[in-house]
T-cell receptor
Framework: AQSVTQLDSQVPVFEEAPVELRCNYS??????LFWYVQYPNQGLQLLLKYLSGSTLVESINGFEAEFNKSQTSFHLRKPSVHISDTAEYFC????????FGAGTILRVKS | DTAVSQTPKYLVTQMGNDKSIKCEQN?????MYWYKQDSKKFLKIMFS???????INETVPNRFSPKSPDKAHLNLHINSLELGDSAVYFC???????????????FGSGTQLSVL
């Protein structure tokens, strides 16, 4: 069985500040990890994924996530957020099936 | 062009009614899915079809019946709607078959179903 926990339901942050969205998982099998983003009135879009290799993965818009096997975490970070990053972010784990977390709403304020 | 489109965007209906949600993808993908996002925002898979064949059928009441006339369409029909069916339903598609770990899902924008 797999599960995903996103510890924060909402994260408010000022523009240009750093942000971390936390994700922890549990699984009895090896997993692959994903972050999806949902902008208002849109479907989910893949932001980044970890399959193998380097534990630090990056997206094209400045987000990065690090796979930490010992802590079973895959936290999402950005050193400086923009207003346009306001969205809901979903962590997902795929061992034998894709399981999503409950989502974290990132609110970037000016 | 929208890659995965689902209609309607909003659906408000009375208990006991039967309703359908349609989904179409123009990506040429082999696999399509229906997910339910409940009030606590958890996304749970309901069904998965690969080339019109049912692959995944999670524990979903048999009032829910998916229909895939071709691999570009996966419609969801719900009979005898109940209050607990109120949720946002997302259609998705992927190139790889269900269960392959590196699958990238493309989602529709969701259908908000409200049962009164």
């Amino acid at each position: 069985a797999q599960s995903v926990t996103q510890l924060d339901s909402q994260v408010p942050v000022f523009e240009e500040a750093p942000v971390e969205l936390r994700c922890n998982y549990s699984s009895s099998v090896s997993v692959y990890l994903f972050w999806y983003v949902q902008y208002p009135n849109q479907g989910l879009q893949l932001l980044l994924k970890y399959l193998s290799g380097s534990t630090l993965v990056e997206s094209i818009n400045g987000f990065e996530a690090e796979f930490n096997k010992s802590q079973t975490s895959f936290h999402l970070r950005k050193p400086s957020v923009h207003i346009s990053d306001t969205a809901e972010y979903f962590c997902a784990v795929n061992g034998n099936k894709l399981v999503f977390g409950a989502g974290t709403i990132l609110r970037v304020k000016s | 062009d929208t890659a995965v489109s689902q209609t309607p965007k909003y659906l408000v209906t009375q208990m006991g009614n039967d309703k359908s949600i349609k989904c179409e993808q123009n990506l040429g993908h082999d696999t399509m899915y229906w997910y339910k996002q409940d009030s606590k925002k958890f996304l749970k898979i309901m069904f998965s079809y690969n080339n019109k064949e049912l692959i995944i059928n999670e524990t979903v009441p048999n009032r829910f019946s998916p229909k895939s006339p071709d691999k570009a369409h996966l419609n969801l029909h719900i009979n005898s709607l109940e209050l607990g069916d109120s949720a946002v339903y997302f259609c998705a598609s992927s190139q790889e078959a269900s269960g392959i770990p590196n699958e990238k899902l493309f989602f529709g924008s969701g259908t908000q179903l409200s049962v009164l």
